[in-house]
C-alpha cells in the first residue's frame, strides 16, 4: 500500500523567499518519489525524482528534494522563489506498483 | 520531439451524451495511463495501460467509463451517459519501457477539459 499526503493546499511567498513545501509518504517497501509540477492549462512536467541513488535530489529550475526515510517525508526546497515558480506541486509516490499515487498538490503563489 | 498529445482539448456535452477522448502517447513508450483532475482533488487514477498486457482498470469510477488502446499506441478514454459530477480534467500520460525498478517517470499531455452541462 501506498499514500501520499502534501501539507497545504496552497503556500504563499514573497519573491527571494524560501520555498518549502511539504509531503510524507507510506509505503510498504522502499519508494520512489516524485515531484510534478503544472502550469495553468497545461499537463504535469517532472521537476525531480528519488530513486534510492543519493538522499538529496536536485532537479529543474534550482528546486531540490531531501529524502528523509525516519520521517517519511521527501519536502521541496527552493532558497529563492521566481514569480515564475507560481504553480500547482504534486507529490507522488511508487512502492511496488508501477501506478503511482499522487497528493492533492499545493498551489505555491509567490508575491512580488 | 513530440510529447503527449490529447484531443480535444475542450469539450462541452449534455448530459447523458457520451463522449471520447483521445490520447496519442510518445513513440515507443509502452506504458500509458489515464487520470481524472477535479478541482482541489488532485489526480485519481483511472485506468493503465501496458504493453500487450490486460489493462490495470481498477480506477474507473463506474461502467460508463471504458478505454482501448490500439495497436500499442493510442489511446481513447470512453464517458457513456455522461454526468454533471465527470466534468473535470482529463489527464494522458506515458512512460518508457517500465524496468523492473519501476522509477521511470511519467510525461504527461495537456489534458482535456470535459464540461457536462
Known amino acids: 500500500a501506498q499514500s501520499v499526503t502534501q501539507l497545504g493546499s496552497h503556500v504563499s511567498v514573497s519573491e527571494g523567499a524560501l520555498v518549502l513545501l511539504r509531503c510524507n509518504y507510506s509505503?510498504?517497501?522502499?519508494?520512489?518519489l516524485f515531484w510534478y509540477v503544472q502550469y495553468p492549462n497545461q499537463g504535469l512536467q517532472l521537476l525531480l525524482k528519488y530513486t534510492s541513488a543519493a538522499t538529496l535530489v536536485k532537479g529543474i529550475n534550482g528546486f531540490e528534494a531531501e529524502f528523509k526515510k525516519s520521517e517519511t517525508s521527501f519536502h521541496l526546497t527552493k532558497p529563492s522563489a521566481h514569480m515564475s515558480d507560481a504553480a500547482e506541486y504534486f507529490c507522488?509516490?511508487?512502492?511496488?506498483?508501477?501506478?503511482?499515487?499522487f497528493g492533492r498538490g499545493t498551489s505555491l503563489i509567490v508575491h512580488p | 520531439g513530440a510529447g503527449v498529445s490529447q484531443s480535444p482539448s475542450n469539450k462541452v456535452t449534455e448530459k447523458g451524451k457520451d463522449v471520447e477522448l483521445r490520447c496519442d502517447p510518445i513513440?515507443?513508450?509502452?506504458?500509458l495511463y489515464w487520470y481524472r483532475q477535479s478541482l482541489g482533488q488532485g489526480l485519481e487514477f483511472l485506468i493503465y495501460?501496458?504493453?500487450?498486457?490486460?489493462?490495470?482498470k481498477s480506477g474507473l469510477p463506474s461502467d460508463r467509463f471504458s478505454a482501448e488502446r490500439t495497436g500499442g499506441s493510442v489511446s481513447t478514454l470512453t464517458i457513456q451517459r455522461t454526468q454533471q459530477e465527470d466534468s473535470a480534467v482529463y489527464l494522458c500520460?506515458?512512460?518508457?519501457?517500465?524496468?523492473?525498478?519501476?522509477?521511470?517517470?511519467?510525461?504527461f499531455g495537456p489534458g482535456t477539459r470535459l464540461t457536462v452541462l
Open positions: 495501460f501496458q504493453g500487450n498486457s490486460a489493462p490495470d
Open positions: 500520460a506515458s512512460s518508457p519501457v517500465i524496468t523492473g525498478t519501476g522509477d521511470n517517470e511519467q510525461f
Open positions: 513513440s515507443g513508450h509502452t506504458a
Open positions: 507522488a509516490v511508487r512502492g511496488g506498483s508501477y501506478i503511482p499515487t
Open positions: 509505503s510498504s517497501v522502499p519508494p520512489y
